[in-house]
Each structure stands twice: as structure tokens, then as C-alpha cells.
């Protein structure tokens, strides 16, 4: 949108010749010699080179008239494009208005006024060529005033070219300041919307990559472009967030199962409602046990079974409130990751670490895959599991994948490729 000054120069220079051709025609009427034909050649070279100027002129104004409609689409598309909320500045949305209307006005006025322009150029021309080698000095005075007649009028003209292109570089500017008011405007609301922490990673560096396009936007660039992909950033973002708030539901939680198995654990959550109490199986497997413990001399009670996700948030935030977050997380499990919540765990006997090494507590070690249990955390194991060895917490797995981890000496996380550990 850069065409004013080269239009000006051209008006200006035109203006000039004008100047030229009047003072030659007053100087010929003084002398009113022998020399009148010359002076009338030369007046008439000099006519044909300010209408040249002029067409040069007319088809500079031209191109401005595009220009001002191409602005003035830019301009409208800008608008149109415009997340409504980058536009709470008045004042950017006040500049854009009014270079706008201004740009609507200007081209409206090329269009008339170079129209008109056109007509009188045409018939100077064909004037100034009908009345070439006149004879006589009544014809060469007639020409002469014809030639005067026509200078007034084209410098009238070069007024007007002057006036137009003035008024276009006034909506130029306007329109450049709105859109860099804009652009600072999108910026400033860019940079002071908080990134929500639950936004993923990837949302978060297309929002800040799109913020840094519009703080810095190169020369030349789709400014358009440019708002509707922060526009696309933002809306991603906030998408994104949402799908992690969902996420974040306890009651939306989907429960996981690998290779059949159902894993609570401090990676994989349990959904709020899950879980009843011991499952049927749970109580049967435990029952063969205990009393096959029971004939071998053993005693096995069930100091702990089922704990509801309820019961455990209220466990969890009480230790919370005494010791921080972090000392809960190491005595108890949050809410969600309890394996108790899923019906397939027990604790037996005294819940203590002595338990491993009483006669009770290593026929359990050593017997409890038969009924369909493992020592869901072993000694040694903490790094993998996430919980330090805790000979007395039975998971039921069936007889035939609990017999498969005892066999292997693994936890259930080495087993199935699985980790335990909060985000
Ligand atoms: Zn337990």
C-alpha cells in the first residue's frame, strides 16, 4: 500500500510543466512577432508532454484506486476475521472502522473523478492535433487560447490528483495503525491469558508459538493468517484442557486392564465408583487358603479387605492434612490407586513388616500363588511398584497368572511391562 509519494512527485512535476506552458504563452502574446508560429509549436510540445504527464498521472491513480480496494478488502477480512475479544481496545477497533469507511469513500472517488478525468484529456488531444499548421495569425491566437484554456484545466486536475492522493494516504495509515493496534491488541490478550496447567504440552507450544508470530509478524505477513491461527491455538487450548479436566474426573476414569489383569496402581486409577467389596472369588481363593494354612498349622485372618474410593479420599486426606502431601503418598495410596478398591485384595494378620518373617507370613510367600494370590509388593521392589515390601498385601490373580509371576521372581509391573508412579 505504498503509492502516495511516487503519485505525489508525478502531480507535482505536472503542476510544474503547466507553470512552463502558461509563462511560454504569455510570452508569445507580449513579442506578437514573426516568431508566433515556433512559439505555437512550441506550446503545443509542451501541451502534449502535460497531458502525458497527466495520462502518466491518471494511470498512477489507477493503480492507487486498486491499491485502495485492495485495502479495503484487507481491511474488511481483518475485521471479519477478528477473534471479537482482540478487539476490546476502542481505540483499535475505532481506527479500523474509520479506515475502513475512509478507504470505501477514497475508492469511490477514483472511480468518479478519474472517469471524468479521462474525457477532457481525450479531447484536448484531438483538439491539439486538428488545429496543427494553422495559418494566419487569427488561427494561431485561437490555438493559443485553446492552449491556455486547457493549461487552467489541467492544472485544476493535477489539484485534484493531489487532493485524491492525500485523502488515500490518510486510509493507508489509518488502516496500517489499526492493524498494528490489532496486532498489539491480540498480543496483549495473548500474553495475559493464563495457560492453563491442564493444557497439554504440545497445545501449550502452538499457543505460545502463535502469540510469538503475532508479537513479531514478519514483514509481509497474513495478518489474517496469523489471528486466525492464534485464534486456532487458543481454541486448541482450550479443548485440550478440557479433555484433561475430563481426565481428571475421577467418575470418567476408564479402568485398565493389561493381559486380562485389572491394575490399580499409582499410574493406573480406578473410576470412583469401582468396586463393591471382596469379590466371590477373592473370599473363595482366601478361604481354601486360610484353611489349608489352618491344617499346616498356620492362622490367617483378613485384617483388611475392600476400601471404597471414598474411604480411601478420606484416609488419604486426613494423613494429607497431618503430614503434607508427600508423607501421605509414602504411607498411603491416593484416591483412585488403591488396589483395595478393586475387590481383589487383601491384608492379612497384623499388616506389619514382621508378618515376613513369622512362620505365618512365609508359608504365605511361599503358598499363595496356588490359591491364586502373589505378594503384590515384594521386598527389594519399591523403585518398580511404588510401595515398600509389604509381605502382608495379597492380590488375587487367579491361580494361573499368580502362579506365572511367582514363577518368574518379578513384581506384577516387570511382569506385564507396566510402571507405578504419579505424574
Ligand atoms: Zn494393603
Known amino acids: 500500500m505504498k503509492f502516495t509519494k511516487r503519485q505525489k512527485v508525478i502531480a507535482a512535476s505536472a503542476a510544474g510543466v503547466l507553470v512552463v506552458g502558461i509563462g511560454g504563452f504569455g510570452a508569445w502574446q507580449w513579442s506578437q512577432t514573426s516568431t508566433s508560429a515556433a512559439a505555437y509549436e512550441q506550446a503545443d510540445g509542451e501541451l502534449r508532454t502535460v497531458n502525458g504527464e497527466r495520462n502518466r498521472a491518471a494511470a498512477e491513480l489507477n493503480k492507487a484506486r486498486e491499491g485502495a480496494l485492495a485495502a479495503h478488502t484487507a481491511a474488511m477480512q481483518l475485521s471479519g476475521a477478528a477473534d471479537p ?17 475512509a478507504l470505501a469513500k ?7 473523478e478519474v472517469g471524468a478525468l479521462a474525457l477532457p484529456a481525450a479531447e484536448t488531444a484531438n483538439r491539439v492535433a486538428s488545429t496543427a499548421a494553422p495559418e494566419g ?3 494561431q491566437l485561437a490555438g493559443a487560447k485553446k492552449l491556455e484554456a486547457t493549461a487552467t484545466s489541467l492544472k485544476s486536475e493535477a489539484a485534484t490528483l493531489t487532493k485524491q492522493n492525500e485523502a488515500i494516504k490518510k486510509a493507508v495509515a489509518a488502516t496500517e495503525k489499526s492493524e498494528q493496534q490489532l496486532i498489539a491488541s491480540a498480543h496483549t490478550k495473548g500474553a495475559a491469558t493464563e495457560v492453563p496447567e491442564l493444557a497439554s504440552q504440545e497445545t501449550k507450544d502452538a499457543f505460545a508459538a502463535a502469540v510469538a508470530a503475532l508479537q513479531k509478524p514478519a514483514k509481509n505477513a497474513d495478518l489474517v493468517a496469523l489471528l ?3 485464534q486456532d491455538a487458543s481454541a486448541g487450548m482450550v479443548a485440550s484442557t478440557e479433555v484433561a479436566a475430563r481426565n481428571q474426573d475421577p467418575a470418567s476414569i476408564e479402568p485398565t486392564y493389561i493381559n486380562g489383569i485389572l491394575i490399580a496402581n499409582k499410574t ?11 469379590t466371590g472369588e477373592t473370599v473363595a481363593a482366601f478361604d481354601a487358603m486360610q484353611a489349608e494354612a489352618a491344617g499346616q498349622g498356620h492362622s490367617l485372618y483378613i485384617s483388611s479387605g475392600f476400601r471404597s474410593y471414598a474411604s480411601q479420599a478420606s484416609i488419604y486426606n486426613s494423613l494429607v492434612a497431618q503430614v503434607g502431601v508427600a508423607g501421605a503418598d509414602r504411607d498411603t495410596a491416593r484416591p483412585g490407586h488403591s488396589e483395595h478398591q478393586t475387590g481383589l485384595t487383601v491384608d492379612l494378620n497384623c499388616i506389619c513388616e514382621g508378618f515376613g518373617y513369622q512362620a505365618d507370613g512365609q508359608w504365605v510367600a511361599a503358598n499363595a500363588h496356588r490359591f491364586g494370590f502373589i505378594v503384590r509388593y515384594p521386598q527389594g521392589k519399591e523403585p518398580v511398584t511404588g510401595y515398600i515390601w509389604e509381605p502382608w498385601h495379597l492380590r488375587y490373580l487367579g491361580v494361573e497368572n499368580a502362579t506365572a509371576v511367582y514363577n518368574s521372581g518379578l513384581s506384577l509391573e516387570e511382569y506385564l511391562g507396566i510402571t507405578s508412579s504419579y505424574n
Open 85 to 101: 475479544a482482540l478487539l476490546e481496545s476502542p481505540a483499535a477497533r475505532d481506527d479500523l472502522i474509520v479506515a475502513t469507511e
Open 106 to 112: 477514497a475508492a469511490a472517488l477514483q472511480v468518479n
Open 137 to 139: 495569425r487569427e488561427a
Open 228 to 230: 486466525r491461527a492464534y
Open 268 to 278: 493406573y486409577p480406578l473410576p470412583s465408583w469401582w468396586g463393591d467389596g471382596l
